[in-house]
């Protein structure tokens, strides 16, 4: 099994920054897509952004240009910069990991919210 922990939410003012982590333990197999989606008040759960094992990333339209995703392999961590965050970010994100396998694990969320 694997267990995904998210840290790094909060309260940022618009046009803030924050850096969310996400880290991975158990059995994980090395080809695998780790991302992040997100779920705000009165919406459904949206992908924000993923990542290969490679580095491959996609990114919604929303964000891109100003969140970034990365990882470090070595220690199954990914990670979301986000910069010029606006109110409609606010949302719970999700850290989410999927391997060839088609197995799909998702952390228990993190809160970010964005507010004058």
């Known amino acids: 099994q694997v267990q995904l922990v998210e840290s790094g939410g909060g309260l940022v003012q618009p046009g803030g920054s924050l850096r969310l982590s996400c880290a991975a333990s158990g059995r994980i197999f090395s080809l695998n897509t780790m991302g992040w989606y997100r779920q705000g008040p009165g919406k459904q759960r949206d992908l924000v952004a993923v990542?290969?094992?490679?580095?491959?990333?996609n990114y919604a339209d929303s964000v891109k240009g100003r969140f970034a995703i990365s990882r470090d392999n070595a220690e199954n961590t990914v990670y979301l910069q986000m910069g010029s965050l606006k109110p409609d970010d606010t949302a719970v994100y999700y850290c989410y990991i999927k391997d060839i396998w088609s197995r799909e694990y998702w952390g228990q969320g993190t809160q970010v919210t964005v507010s004058s």
């Open positions: 990542i290969t094992d490679i580095g491959s990333t």
